[in-house]
């Protein structure tokens, strides 16, 4: 066990709706990550939070998200999805910027 | 675009084997490599770490690093069917933002 939990562990929703996805990093970690995992795809990066402001970012578009809250929690928002969008998100937690990140069990989101 | 390259597999080793994982990554800035075991449907477990060139062992597992080549690989000692996942080989670099940058990953099957 990671000390990481995500929530929910699955979630249907509908082309164009929205949906926020949770994360409750270790205790001490001050960086978040959150990934995209397409079937059969390494894991995407989406965003990195490093004491609550974004450190840098992939290659989504701006519908994708997020905040880091002080109790070491964050979370992932996407608006108006898409079908495309389907996959499971992944939170990873680490000390710092550089170091050793560890995943939660993840979000399997389907668009449907 | 920073890549890292990984063998497609699958590659399948009879129990008790040396199971030989390797991974080639394009950004010569990258300082932190990683190497993750993920079950099917579950989420990413690191492995190993390594940060010097050289190998850096750990129980069956053995992380080696090239730096000049660009290379690292994973061995597994004494292969069991427990550790037929996929590996997920992973970098880090200060000038993509501490940006983790996954492989697609390589299936490894390990036969009784």
């Known amino acids: 066990e990671t000390g990481v939990t995500q929530s929910p562990t699955h979630l249907i929703k509908t082309r164009g709706q929205q949906v926020t996805l949770r994360c409750s990093s270790q205790?001490?970690?001050?960086?978040v990550s959150w990934y995209q995992q397409a079937l059969g795809q390494g894991p995407q990066f989406i965003f990195q939070y490093y004491r609550e402001e974004e450190n840098g970012r992939g290659n989504f578009p701006p519908r994708f998200s997020g905040l880091q809250f002080p109790n070491y929690s964050s979370e992932l928002n996407v608006n108006a999805l898409e079908l495309d969008d389907s996959a499971l998100y992944l939170c990873?937690?680490?000390?710092?910027?550089?170091?050793?990140?560890?995943f939660g069990p993840g979000t399997r989101l389907t668009v449907t | 675009q920073k890549e890292v390259e990984q063998n497609s597999g699958p590659l399948s080793v009879p129990e008790g084997a040396i199971a030989s994982l390797n991974c080639t990554y394009s950004?010569?800035?990258?300082?932190?490599f990683f190497w993750y075991r993920q079950y099917s449907g579950k989420s990413p477990e690191l492995i190993m770490s390594?940060?010097?060139?050289g190998d850096k062992e750990d129980g069956r597992f053995t992380a080696q690093l090239n730096k000049a080549s660009q290379y690292v690989s994973l061995l597994i000692r004494d292969s069991q069917p427990s550790d037929s996942a996929t590996y997920l080989c992973a970098a880090i670099s200060e000038g993509s933002n501490y940006k983790l940058t996954f492989g697609k990953g390589t299936l490894l099957t390990v036969n009784p």
């Open positions: 205790s001490g970690h001050n960086t």
């Open positions: 390594i940060y010097s060139n």
């Open positions: 950004d010569r800035g990258s300082q932190s």
């Open positions: 990873a937690s680490s000390l710092d910027q550089w170091d050793e990140q560890y």
